[in-house]
C-alpha cells in the first residue's frame, strides 16, 4: 500500500542512535532531514565516498556543506570500492559500503555507538529492482527484491520508504525548499536499471497507474514464498548434516527430490560460504550428485569463484 512521506516517517521506529546513508541526492537528504526533525541529536548523516566518479570529491563537499549549515552530524568515509576478480562494480560498491557502515558500531561508547542504519530506497527502487531481476531471469530471492528491514554485523538496517514514490520525495523536498544533487550516473543508459527506470517505467505507469502498489505487492509474495524455502532449507540441513561450512552427507542429499536439493544446496551456498551459483552451476553439481551412486564418485565443479568438491560423504567449497 502507498504512503505518504510523512506517514512513513511517522511509522519508522529503529533503535537510537541513527545513521542515515547521505549521499546528498534526493531520496537520502529527505530522510535525513526527516529523520533528524523527529530525533535531533540521534542522527548521523553518513556520507560514503566510493571514489570511482570524477563528481565524488563535490558530492562529499555538498555533504558535508548541507549538514553544518543545519548544525547536522556527518561522518564521511572513504571506501576502496574496486571490484574483486569477478565482481561486479555493484557488488563491490555494496560491500565496501556495508564495511563502512559495520565500523559505526565500533565508534564511540556503547551508549553512543550507532545501533540502526536507515536508507532511503523508495517504491519505485523497489519496482525497479523487481524488473531488473525478471529481465535476469532471477529466482524468488531476486523477485522478493528488498527487505525492509535485516540485520548484518550488529547493526540494524532499515529501508522506511520503501511505500514511498519517488515523486511524492520529491514533493515532499519542493515544498520545504531543500536543496540536494543529481547523481550523472543515473541518467546513463548504458546500465541496465536506469534504461529500465528511463524507458520502460513510465509506459508502464502510464499503463497501469497502481504500478508501484502492485509490483511491491508482487516482491512482498516472493518475499513470503523465500522465507518458506529458508525454512525447508534450513529444516534439510539438519537432515543432511554439516562440518563446519561443509554439507555433511552427500547420500542424505541424494534422498532429497531435486527441487529440494538445489533449494538446500543455495542455502547452503550462500550462507556458508557467502557464494551464490549462477544456474547452469547449480544444474551441473545436481546431476553430479544424481550421478555420485558410490563412495568414489568425485564431485570437482567450479561454482561462484571457487570450487564445490566432494572429500568423504561431504560437500566442502573453497577459493584456491
Known amino acids: 500500500m502507498q504512503r505518504s512521506f510523512d506517514e512513513a516517517i511517522r511509522g519508522f521506529?529503529?533503535?537510537?542512535?541513527?545513521?542515515?546513508?547521505?549521499?546528498?541526492g534526493a531520496d537520502s537528504t529527505a530522510l535525513l532531514v526527516a529523520c533528524a526533525e523527529k530525533w535531533p541529536g540521534q542522527v548521523v548523516a553518513v556520507h560514503v565516498n566510493h571514489g570511482v566518479q570524477a563528481a565524488a570529491a563535490l558530492f562529499e563537499r555538498h555533504c558535508k556543506d548541507f549538514c553544518a549549515a543545519r548544525a547536522l552530524s556527518v561522518q564521511v568515509c572513504q571506501v576502496n570500492a574496486a571490484p574483486q576478480q569477478g565482481e561486479s562494480p555493484e557488488a563491490a560498491a555494496r560491500r565496501a559500503r556495508y564495511k563502512a557502515f559495520s565500523a559505526l558500531?565500533?565508534?564511540?561508547?556503547?551508549?553512543?555507538?550507532?545501533?540502526?542504519?536507515?536508507?532511503?530506497?523508495?517504491?519505485?527502487?523497489?519496482?525497479?529492482?523487481?524488473?531488473?531481476a525478471l529481465v535476469r531471469g532471477g529466482g524468488v530471492a531476486g523477485l522478493s527484491a528488498m527487505p525492509a528491514h535485516w540485520a548484518r554485523d550488529g547493526l540494524d538496517y532499515h529501508r522506511p520508504l520503501l511505500c514511498v514514490s519517488a515523486a511524492e520525495v520529491r514533493r515532499w523536498l519542493a515544498v520545504r525548499g531543500i536543496d540536494f544533487v543529481d547523481d550523472p550516473t543515473n541518467s546513463d543508459e548504458r546500465f541496465t536499471r536506469n534504461?529500465?527506470?528511463?524507458?520502460?517505467?513510465?509506459?508502464?505507469?502510464?499503463?497501469?497507474?497502481?504500478?508501484?502498489?502492485?509490483?511491491?505487492?508482487?516482491?512482498?509474495?516472493?518475499?513470503?514464498?523465500?522465507?518458506?524455502?529458508?525454512?525447508?532449507?534450513?529444516?534439510?540441513?539438519?537432515?543432511?548434516?554439516?562440518?563446519?561450512?561443509?554439507?555433511?552427507?552427500?547420500?542424505?542429499?541424494?534422498?532429497?527430490?531435486?527441487?529440494?536439493?538445489?533449494?538446500?544446496?543455495?542455502?547452503w551456498l550462500k550462507h556458508s560460504v557467502s557464494v551464490i551459483p549462477s544456474t547452469s552451476q547449480l544444474n551441473e553439481l545436481l546431476d553430479q550428485v544424481h550421478a555420485c551412486n558410490t563412495r568414489g564418485h568425485r564431485i570437482h565443479i567450479k561454482v561462484g569463484q571457487g570450487f564445490v568438491e566432494r572429500k568423504g560423504d561431504a560437500l566442502h567449497w573453497y577459493n584456491p
Open 195 to 267: 534504461r529500465i527506470r528511463r524507458q520502460i517505467m513510465p509506459a508502464m505507469k502510464a499503463a497501469f497507474p497502481h504500478l508501484l502498489e502492485t509490483l511491491g505487492r508482487s516482491a512482498a509474495h516472493a518475499a513470503q514464498a523465500q522465507t518458506l524455502l529458508d525454512e525447508l532449507a534450513r529444516d534439510d540441513f539438519l537432515r543432511v548434516g554439516r562440518e563446519g561450512d561443509a554439507l555433511a552427507g552427500v547420500r542424505a542429499l541424494r534422498t532429497l527430490s531435486r527441487s529440494r536439493q538445489a533449494n538446500l544446496l543455495r542455502y
Open 105 to 132: 558500531t565500533l565508534s564511540g561508547s556503547a551508549q553512543t555507538a550507532i545501533k540502526s542504519v536507515a536508507i532511503a530506497q523508495h517504491a519505485d527502487d523497489q519496482a525497479e529492482t523487481l524488473l531488473l
Open 13 to 24: 521506529s529503529p533503535q537510537l542512535p541513527l545513521a542515515v546513508a547521505f549521499s546528498g
